[in-house]
C-alpha cells in the first residue's frame, strides 16, 4: 500500500514539513552524489547512532555521551537508499503537514524531534548491543502517524494498492491504513537492516502525545480536528 494523498485541507502553508524534506533531500544528495562513496558511506559510522557505542558512553564512556546524543538527531536526517528517502519524504508529506498545521510550527518541529529520540530510545533498549548504525527519518515520521491515527481516523487516504498483478488506486481510511501498517512492524521484525521497533517506538509515542494534548474531551467524548 503506497499513500498518494489525504483529504484533510490545511489552514496553513506547511514550512517546517517543506523544509525537514528539503534537508533531508539535499543531505541525500551531497552524500551519494558529491561525496566519494567510501566517505558517503563514512556518514553513517559517524552520524549514525550506534545501540552499543550509546549504551556504553551511558554506562562508563561519559567523555562520548555529547557525541553519542548527537547522532540521536543527525542519525534522522541520513538515509541509505533512494527508496529508504523517497518512502520517508512521502509518507512526512501526506501526513505531515496537517499535524503541522493542527500544532503550529515551532511545536510541530519539536514532536517531530521527540518523536525521533522516542524512536531512536526504543529501539537501543530492544537491541542495546547492536554495532548497526540506525539511519533515517522513519522514527519521527512513525510519531507522526501515530498522532495522525488519532487525530484523522476518518480522514480518507487515496492509497496505491498492489496486490501481485492487481494494481489499483483506492479511498482507504487512515484508521484502517495506519493500524495494518502499525501491525505489519511486527510482522516483518525478524527481517535485518531496519529498525522495525525503531517505527513501533515512535507510534506509539505519536499516539499518547495526539491522546494528551490534540485529542481533547468535553463531557468523557473526544473531540477531534474538523474533518475526522
Known amino acids: 500500500m503506497i499513500p498518494l494523498k489525504d483529504n484533510i485541507p490545511t489552514r496553513t502553508f506547511p514550512i517546517i514539513t517543506m523544509g525537514l524534506i528539503f534537508v533531508n533531500i539535499i543531505i541525500f544528495l551531497w552524500q551519494h552524489l558529491a561525496l566519494h562513496a567510501p566517505a558517503g558511506a563514512m556518514l553513517y559510522t559517524y552520524y549514525g547512532l550506534v545501540p552499543r557505542e550509546f549504551v556504553a558512553s ?28 523517497i518512502g520517508n519524504m512521502l509518507y512526512l508529506w ?4 496537517n499535524i503541522e ?26 537491541d542495546p548491543s547492536s554495532e548497526v548504525p540506525m539511519i533515517g527519518a ?14 484523522y481516523p476518518h480522514a480518507r487516504i487515496k492509497t496505491l494498492l498492489i496486490i501481485v498483478i492487481f494494481i489499483k488506486v483506492v479511498d482507504i481510511p487512515a484508521i484502517v491504513l495506519l493500524t495494518i501498517w502499525f501491525f505489519m512492524q511486527f510482522l516483518y521484525s525478524n527481517v535485518d537492516g531496519i529498525a522495525w521497533y525503531a517505527h513501533v517506538g515512535g507510534f506509539i509515542f505519536g499516539l499518547l502525545f495526539a491522546l494528551l494534548f490534540l485529542v481533547r474531551r468535553k ?7 474538523s474533518g475526522s
Open 94 to 97: 501526506i501526513f505531515g503537514n
Open 219 to 225: 463531557g468523557g467524548k473526544p473531540v477531534r480536528a
Open 138 to 151: 522513519s522514527g519521527a515520521v512513525s510519531g507522526i502517524l501515530g498522532a495522525y491515527l488519532l487525530v
Open 101 to 126: 498545521d493542527r500544532l503550529g510550527h515551532v511545536g510541530y518541529l519539536l514532536f517531530y524531534l521527540l518523536s525521533g529520540v522516542c524512536a531512536a530510545a526504543f529501539q537501543v533498549f530492544y
Open 58 to 85: 551511558l554506562a562508563a564512556r561519559h567523555d562520548l555521551l555529547p557525541y553519542n546524543i548527537m547522532t540521536v538527531f543527525t542519525s534522522m536526517f541520513i538515509h541509505g537508499g533512494f527508496l529508504h528517502i
